[in-house]
């Protein structure tokens, strides 16, 4: 199985930041990876697929980069509505996996 | 309106057995692979299995397999989750998700609100 492994794990910014989340693979997964936003007590929320591509109404402040096994989130200008928890994702090939998600806390 | 209405969850005994259903509408349900994702209490995001637009293609997660199965009836707009042997740590709010395309390789674009599933003597 794929491993997928996020870091940090959690983190403190402030409103206006520009924030990186990593997510690496335990071996390559071509562009099969995709980024969910998820608020305490929601659903999750898809935001991009394909390493860089943006699901619909997903705002451009979003972006995704990275290849083979090393991935970026980033967000470009941080607002009070994306304080979340933030899960990548590999969809390469069965059984799909998870990274342990990242909590952006407000600082 | 893309909508997924889970039903089906509640209070099980270990051991016991469970069906999760997924009422989909807004959408032509057989063009695309449905999934399952889990989140036990306090945990991060577990995906559990998924299925192709013809019911190909199936996946689960190493947790779950030998014990739950998932089907679809595109005659009906359901997704489905046969859930056996039932385990404390499958307990979880079960999410059921619409795939981006009809290959089941492609992520989840539309999650539906989750339904509790606590197993529990």
């Known amino acids: 199985d794929i491993q997928m492994t996020q870091s940090p794990s959690s983190l403190s910014a402030s409103v206006g930041d520009r924030l990186n989340i990593t997510c690496r693979a335990s071996q390559g997964i071509r562009n099969h990876l995709a980024w969910f936003q998820q608020k305490p007590g929601k659903a999750p929320k898809s935001l991009i697929y394909a390493v860089s591509s943006l699901q619909s109404g997903v705002p451009s402040k979003f972006s995704g980069s990275g290849s083979g096994t090393d991935f970026t989130l980033t967000i470009s200008s941080l607002q009070p509505e994306d304080f979340a928890t933030y899960y990548c994702q590999q969809y390469q090939s069965y059984p799909f996996t998870f990274g342990g998600g990242t909590k952006v806390e407000i600082k | 309106e893309v909508q997924l209405v889970e039903s089906g969850g509640g209070l099980v005994q270990p051991g016991r057995s469970l069906r999760l259903s997924c009422a989909a509408s807004g959408f032509t349900f057989d063009d695309y692979a449905m999934h399952w994702v889990r989140q036990a209490p306090g945990k991060g995001l577990e995906w559990v299995s998924g299925?192709?637009?013809?019911?190909?293609?199936?996946g689960y997660a190493d947790s779950v397999k030998g014990r739950f199965t998932i089907s679809r009836d595109n005659a009906k707009n359901y997704l489905y989750l046969e859930m056996n042997s039932l385990r404390g740590e499958d307990t979880a709010f079960y999410y059921c998700g619409k795939g981006q395309s009809s290959v089941a390789a492609a992520p989840v674009d539309f999650w539906g609100q989750g339904i509790l599933v606590t197993v529990s003597s």
């Open positions: 299925i192709g637009w013809n019911s190909g293609y199936i």
